[in-house]
C-alpha cells in the first residue's frame, strides 16, 4: 500500500500522439476508432452490423444490473458472500453471468475500515459481464492518473466523503483481472429481498465511486 493510503499496481501510460482536429467535434479516440472501423469495413475484416449487435448486447441485455444482483445475494446469503470474495470468477458464472472481459474476476469488500475503488491505469479494462460497458470518465486520462495520486479527490469529485480514517485501497484492472467492489450493505434493509435490495446498488458502488442508495423511509413491502 502507498503511503497516500492507496495500493496499486504499476502504472503504465500508453503513448498518446496529437493533431489537429479543429473541425471536428469527435474527440481523438473517437476519430481513431471511427478511421480503424472504416478501414476494417473497406476491407472486409469487419461487419458493422455485427458491431452493433455486440454494443446492443452489452447496452441492454449485459449491464449494471447484472452486477447488482450479484451483489445483492452477497448481502442476503453469507455463504455465497464467502464464495464470491474467494472465488468471484465461479461465483458469479453460477449466476451465468459470463463471457470476454470476466474471465478472471476478484470482488474486494468494502468495510468500516477500508473502501475500495477501480481503475484501469493502462487503458480500460473493466468486467463487461456484470457492469455492461465502461463510462466515458473510467477510460479517460484524467481518472486514471488522478485516481492512483489522489482517490480522496476523486471521491469527493463525485459526490463521495468517507468517514474519517477509513482508507481507501486502489485496484489496477488488467487484461488478466478485473475487479468488483462489494459495497457495504445499508442499514436499515434487514429482511429485504435480493430483488428490493438490487434496486439500492449503483454501477458507480461496484466501481468504488459511489456508495449504495440509502433505504427509502417508507418500509419496503416484500412481493
Known amino acids: 500500500m502507498h503511503p497516500d493510503d492507496s495500493a496499486v499496481h504499476p502504472a503504465h501510460d500508453p503513448e498518446h500522439h496529437h493533431h489537429d482536429h479543429a473541425h471536428s467535434t469527435l474527440g481523438e479516440m473517437d476519430l481513431r476508432v471511427r478511421a480503424l472501423e472504416t478501414l476494417l469495413t473497406q476491407k472486409g475484416y469487419l461487419d458493422p452490423a455485427a458491431v452493433d449487435r455486440i454494443i446492443e448486447t452489452y447496452e441492454v441485455h449485459v449491464g449494471p444490473h447484472n452486477g447488482a444482483k450479484v451483489v445483492a445475494r452477497a448481502w442476503a446469503d453469507p455463504t455465497f458472500r464467502d464464495w464470491l470474495l474467494r472465488d468471484a470468477t465461479a461465483a458469479i458464472a453460477s449466476m451465468d453471468f459470463t463471457g470476454r472481459q470476466g474471465e478472471h474476476m476478484v470482488a474486494v469488500p468494502n468495510t468500516p475500515d477500508t473502501h475500495n475503488m477501480v481503475v484501469c491505469t493502462l487503458c480500460s479494462c473493466y468486467p463487461w459481464p456484470v457492469l455492461g460497458?465502461?463510462?466515458?470518465?473510467?477510460?479517460?486520462?484524467?481518472?486514471?492518473?488522478?485516481?492512483?495520486?489522489?482517490?480522496?479527490?476523486?471521491?469527493?469529485?463525485?459526490?463521495?466523503?468517507?468517514?474519517?480514517?477509513?482508507?481507501?485501497?486502489?485496484?489496477?484492472?488488467?487484461?488478466?483481472?478485473?475487479?468488483?467492489?462489494?459495497?457495504?450493505?445499508?442499514?436499515?434493509?434487514?429482511?429485504?429481498?435480493?430483488?428490493?435490495?438490487?434496486?439500492?446498488?449503483?454501477?458507480?458502488?461496484?466501481?468504488?465511486?459511489?456508495?449504495?442508495?440509502?433505504?427509502?423511509?417508507?418500509?419496503?413491502?416484500?412481493?
Open 133 to 223: 460497458l465502461p463510462p466515458v470518465w473510467y477510460k479517460s486520462a484524467a481518472y486514471r492518473s488522478r485516481a492512483v495520486i489522489e482517490p480522496r479527490a476523486v471521491l469527493a469529485d463525485f459526490g463521495v466523503t468517507l468517514p474519517e480514517g477509513q482508507n481507501i485501497r486502489v485496484w489496477d484492472s488488467t487484461a488478466e483481472v478485473r475487479y468488483l467492489v462489494l459495497p457495504e450493505r445499508p442499514a436499515g434493509t434487514e429482511g429485504w429481498s435480493e430483488e428490493q435490495l438490487a434496486q439500492l446498488v449503483t454501477r458507480d458502488a461496484m466501481i468504488g465511486t459511489g456508495l449504495p442508495l440509502n433505504p427509502p423511509l417508507t418500509p419496503q413491502v416484500a412481493p
